[in-house]
């Protein structure tokens, strides 16, 4: 028996949950429930589906765009209101704005000389929405949304 050194760590084995049932197919490739590779390939989206999907997510890691976000979720806003409201300058408000507004989260509309914007009406922001309020638990301002 060796003597383990005070303070070092143990490596972890992985085991798999007791309700998933596993098989080892001959190339190495674990597959859950019983499913063929060819079951799970012609479920798998396309490349661009998935460019897509990381490109929203690249647009909300900054902390900033997130609030901002998350308040155009619950009301339409122009950039001096959304300025105000994050304590930031209106140029730099407006770079965040312009880039959610690239990758479909936003949309703007146009009221004389202010541009008003809020979250499209989208399952996709819906969705994150949701998934921001349930990871920061907070609950919605308002339940319709």
């Known amino acids: 028996m ?10 972890r084995v992985f085991r798999f949950p007791k309700n998933i049932l596993y098989k080892l197919c001959p190339k190495g490739v674990f597959l859950w429930n019983n499913q063929s590779m060819s079951q799970l390939m012609s479920h798998l989206p396309n490349i661009e589906e998935f460019q897509t999907t990381a490109d929203i997510f690249k647009q909300l890691s900054d902390p900033t765009r997130i609030r901002i976000f998350w308040i155009l979720c619950h009301c339409e806003e122009c950039v001096i209101n959304i300025a105000s409201m994050m304590e930031m300058s209106s140029p730099a408000v407006a770079h965040h704005l312009r880039l959610l507004r690239s990758s479909g989260l936003i949309e703007s509309r146009r009221d004389g000389k202010e541009t008003y914007y809020r979250a499209v009406d989208s399952k996709k922001t819906q969705t994150l929405h949701h998934m921001i309020e349930k990871i920061m638990d907070i609950s919605c301002i308002n339940k319709d949304v």
């Open 2 to 11: 060796i003597a383990e050194k005070p303070g070092a760590q143990r490596r």
